[in-house]
């Protein structure tokens, strides 16, 4: 590369600096978005799992009902067996022990019927359940996959953004003295994609640090990248160059 002075070098880093600051903002852009879609995605699992667990639940109210059913008929087939022994019972005492027992599982079937109409209330109140979080499961997939698809095309737009720049940014690069790009570009990535900045009422486009007036002087001179003592950027004089 054929030699260049200093102010055409700086003129060429803030051309690099220009594409690079868009550069850099839609590579900050593409990270945001892949944590999006999963906490789209996120919301849309989290609802399905609720409809999940409330269909569950309603399987489970289903299968001890079933049990319960099944209870009520042993209560039912043991009170029968206990009235048919009644009539073969010889004694007083036999004979109201027999009652009590009778009564204790009446009580116990009451229990029981009482329990069974419960979970039909509950199981009314799943089900409404179920239908609300269904609504619920569709509406957060419809916009799950609707912004999937937005996101999708968002980033494929932002990489081709990225690819166009990277092609302007080649151009310049060879007009950069490889010294100069090595050090503009540990900048870059060390001060977030921003590495040259102008120097504006006496203060620095980076930190906002006072430049001193000797500095500026040294500016002016041109025989050397100037950095600025606070944030060791590259600084410039927009009107020098």
């Not at 880093?13 to 600051?21: A, K, M, R, T």
């Not at 009314?124 to 269904?134: L, N, Y």
């Amino acid at each position: 590369m054929p030699t260049v002075s200093i102010r055409d070098q700086i003129k060429r880093l803030v051309e690099l600096q220009g594409i690079d600051v868009e550069i850099y903002a839609f590579k900050r852009e593409l990270k945001e978005k892949p944590a999006l879609l999963e906490d789209l995605k996120n919301k849309y699992e989290s609802s399905k799992a609720q409809l999940k667990a409330l269909e569950d639940k309603f399987k489970n109210i289903l299968v001890d009902r079933k049990a319960k059913e099944l209870e009520l008929q042993s209560k039912d087939e043991a009170i029968a067996k206990a009235n048919m022994a009644l009539s073969s019972l010889k004694t007083n005492r036999e004979y109201s022990a027999k009652l009590l027992e009778i009564e204790g599982l009446k009580a116990d079937k009451s229990q029981v019927e009482e329990k069974i109409l419960i979970s039909f209330e509950e199981t009314d109140a799943v089900t409404a359940a179920i239908e609300k979080e269904k609504k619920n499961v569709a509406e957060a997939e419809q916009i799950y996959l609707s912004n999937k698809k937005e996101i999708e095309d968002s980033i494929k737009e932002i990489e081709g953004k990225i690819a166009d720049l990277d092609g302007k940014r080649k151009q310049i690069v060879p007009e950069v003295d490889k010294a100069n790009l090595t050090r503009y570009e540990r900048i870059l990535e060390n001060k977030g994609g921003l590495a040259i900045v102008p120097v504006r009422s006496m203060s620095c486009g980076g930190c906002y640090m006072h430049v001193p007036q000797q500095v500026l002087s040294d500016i002016k001179l041109h025989d050397r990248l100037i950095y600025c003592e606070m944030c060791a950027r590259i600084i410039y004089l927009e009107d020098d160059l």
